[in-house]
């Protein structure tokens, strides 16, 4: 399934500000509770509570072709983990890379969202 994507600024803003974090070298990863998640839970069509995922990527990671490899990486990780275990919803979900995503395969980055995941306390056990 797709997730919802984060695509106003000042969620991604709030996510930073007041949100749980957890920073490995590859990825940092802040979760904050989303207010919407009953609005867009009605909206849904199989009526099911999602996360809003937000994937930033620096431009000192390098150039174009270089981020959006890194977003696929990313997207790709957030996949495997959420078919691995289950994770909570209702809740924003801001990925950023930093600089030692760029040498990372995507098994590696799953590993290390899954640890800072398990870490911040969205997985349930």
């Known amino acids: 399934m797709k997730f919802k994507a ?10 930073y500000a007041k949100g749980k974090r957890y920073v490995t ?18 909206a849904h069509p199989q009526r099911m ?10 431009k000192k990671m ?5 981020r959006s490899r890194v977003r696929r990486v990313l997207r790709e990780a957030y996949r495997q983990v959420a078919k691995q275990v289950t994770i ?5 979900v801001v990925i950023a890379a930093r600089g030692a995503m760029t040498d ?4 590696q980055v799953a590993s290390e969202l899954r640890y800072a995941l398990q870490k ?3 997985l349930q056990t």
């Open 104 to 107: 990372m395969k995507s098994p």
């Open 62 to 66: 390098g150039g174009a072709v270089v």
């Open 49 to 58: 509570r999602v996360n809003r995922i937000g994937l930033t990527v620096s």
């Open 120 to 122: 911040i306390g969205l």
């Open 6 to 15: 984060i695509t106003e600024n000042h969620l991604f803003q709030k996510a």
């Open 25 to 42: 070298p590859a990825i940092a990863v802040y979760v904050l509770p989303d207010y919407q998640a009953a609005r867009l839970q009605k």
């Open 88 to 92: 909570k919803t209702g809740f924003l």
